[in-house]
């Protein structure tokens, strides 16, 4: 069974900064591609960052020049450093990612999710 597991949302005032993680485990034959997600309160769940494993990392427009997305040494993890940041970035945010697992069945795009995580940027 394949496992996102999330961490490092809170309370932060605007210009603060915040880094996620997140951190795949269970019987994974290949990472494809891993991310972050947001959905704010009555929107829709959008794209913040992602990156596949060729190593091509893709930033929505309101959050280039101050979110990095960066992969752990071992490859199952990613850090969503968030500097400058903004009230209209608050969100739940979710880490979701394109696993081809050991065994089963496959469905290609972002087929597994964390909890989610909530960040809150207010003052």
């Known amino acids: 069974q394949v496992q996102l597991v999330e961490s490092g949302g809170g309370l932060v005032q605007p210009g603060g900064s915040l880094t996620l993680s997140c951190a795949a485990s269970?019987?994974?034959?290949?990472?494809?591609?891993m991310g972050w997600y947001r959905q704010a309160p009555g929107k829709e769940r959008d794209l913040v960052a992602t990156?596949?494993?060729?190593?091509?990392?893709n930033y929505a427009d309101s959050v280039k020049g101050r979110f990095t997305l960066s992969r752990g040494n071992a490859k199952n993890t990613v850090y969503l450093q968030m500097n400058s940041l903004k009230p209209e970035d608050t969100a739940v945010y979710y880490c979701?990612?394109?696993?081809?697992?050991?065994?089963?069945?496959?469905?290609?795009?972002?087929?597994?999710w964390g909890k989610g995580t909530l960040v809150t940027v207010s003052s």
């Open positions: 269970g019987s994974i034959f290949r990472i494809n591609a």
């Open positions: 990156t596949t494993n060729t190593g091509s990392t």
């Open positions: 979701g990612a394109d696993i081809v697992p050991g065994s089963g069945w496959y469905e290609d795009g972002i087929n597994y």
